[in-house]
């Protein structure tokens, strides 16, 4: 099944760490994405990639890092920087060929992190 | 940059009646519109979306419409069942985003059965 995969579910991150979230997907989408979600608010945009080994900041990327070296994979890593790192993080990915510049995004499951 | 407003923040409705969602865009030269369904604990789903091209468009129980002018669209679900209890996002692309979707603050749908 084609689709795109986060892992891992839940990550907890003591104060101080860093934490890498892993992304993949099999969809041979160009563009990938990496999403914040807090309580009642819409989903921000922290980093976004439409090649392989070239990305660009998003709303939110103080405090952030990524990497796309494969096309089929985008982690984010949440570093000490980030003052306020506990949130629902979200990878999506849409095809950007053909033409067709915006088209749907798919989006995995989601990784709760949680700072203790 | 494009900002996306979207409102009520919460609706209740009782099953089998309609539900409308409304969102206001800023960029005039935004031009795909989706909208997302999002269950507890999971990703958002795609369940409709419309392009700037086309004002109106149908899936089911589910359609969308567009005011390129007013610069708003609107979400419309018939004959709601419980099982559409969720958390719904419009989203726009603008102009110069090129793939990269400004979402509103979501509606959280209550169906009562």
């Known amino acids: 099944d084609g689709g795109i995969t986060q892992s891992p579910k839940y990550l907890f991150r003591k104060e101080g760490q860093n934490v890498t979230l892993s992304c993949e997907q099999n969809?041979?989408?160009?563009?990938m994405y990496w999403y914040r979600q807090d309580p009642g608010q819409g989903l921000r945009l922290i980093y976004y990639s439409q090649i392989v080994n070239d990305f660009q900041k998003g709303d939110i990327a103080e405090g952030y890092s990524v990497s796309r070296e494969k096309k089929e994979s985008f982690p984010l890593t949440v570093t000490s920087a980030q003052k306020n790192p506990t949130a629902f993080y979200l990878c999506?990915?849409?095809?950007?060929?053909?033409?067709?510049?915006?088209?749907?995004?798919?989006f995995g499951q989601g990784t709760r992190l949680t700072v203790v | 940059g494009e900002n996306v407003e979207q409102h009520p923040s919460t609706l209740s409705v009782q099953e089998g009646d309609s539900a409308v969602i409304k969102c206001t865009y800023s960029d005039s030269a935004s031009n795909y519109f989706p909208w997302y369904k999002q269950e507890l604990g999971k990703g958002p789903q795609l369940i409709i979306d419309i392009r700037s091209n086309v004002g109106e468009k149908k899936d089911q129980r589910i359609a969308v419409t567009l005011n390129k002018t007013a610069k708003h669209f609107s979400l419309h679900i018939t004959e709601t069942q419980p099982e559409d209890s969720a958390v719904y996002f419009c989203?726009?692309?603008?102009?110069?985003?090129?793939?990269?979707?400004?979402f509103g603050q979501g509606t959280i749908l209550t169906v009562h059965p």
């Open positions: 999506a990915s849409s095809r950007l060929a053909g033409g067709v510049k915006n088209t749907e995004a798919f």
């Open positions: 989203a726009a692309i603008g102009g110069t985003s090129y793939g990269k979707l400004t």
């Open positions: 969809l041979n989408h160009d563009a």
